[in-house]
Structures are given as structure tokens and as C-alpha cells.
């Protein structure tokens, strides 16, 4: 993780994710529709709201390849479970990295998601890094969709 911060303590973790909207401000502006989205979300980091990420678990990892005009480019599926119900899709196109790193047993999950981090790591380039309890998935990637299906979204109160 380059901006948020986790780190383990007697009663759990703590997460810090306090020069997250500084480094989402010196970005923004030249971040696709899509990523700028996702990473400039009031509720990113807000750990009360259904839609964010946190504590979310993984219920599939599907990774494809397609021919096209640029050769064989991967594409990568991640679907999570909200922790507070539905599902929430992330789609990663022209993938150039893809790590998974799992730990425990064979019968372990890799457990609820406890941080995640999508940062730009070169010019239309981004790096998303995702931690859970019992492992870490990390991408590298230039196209970026999310899609929120049947997530309890909170009603915003009229004027």
C-alpha cells in the first residue's frame, strides 16, 4: 500500500486512510471516468456505508484472454460479496500483472477484505492492491469498470 495504511493491533487493525482524498486531489484530473469514480467515492473509505469495500468477501477470481487488434489482452473478473449484501463486480482490462497470494489451509477462505488501494502507477496505468485476512490480490491494469449489484444503498436525505 503507497497512500493507506494498515496495521495490526491488540483488538484488530487499524487503518489509516487519512492522505487518501490529498492523493486522489493531485490525480483526479487526468484519471478515466470510471477510475476517477471509483477512487473519488465519498463513501471509498467509509466504512459504514454499504457500498464500500471493506470487510467484503471474495466469491470469484476469473481471469480470460481475447484476441483483438492488440494481440491477446487478459481481462480479469473479481466479484465480491458486500458485507452488508449483494455483490460488487470490479472488471480489470488490459491486466499486465495479476498476483494472488493466498494463506492457510486448503479449506481457508481468504477471509473478509480488510483494505484496498487503486493507485495510477504510470500514464493510463493502475495498480489495485487488495488485502483480506487470509491473503492479497493485486493488479495491474489500464481499463477499470464497477458495478454494484443489489448493494442496500444509503437514502440521501432531500433538502
Known sequence: MDIVRLSETRDGYD???TGWHAYVASIEAGLPAPVKAFVAAPWRYDFSDPRCLHDARLEQLALSEGEDENGRPHQVLLVLQGAWGGRIEL?????SRLRVDKHGGPSAGFGDLLLEELVAVGAGSFRHELVFVEGTLLLEFSDFRETHIDVPVPEVAGP
Open 15 to 17: 487503518i489509516d486512510t
Open 91 to 95: 472488471r480489470y482490462g488490459q491486466v
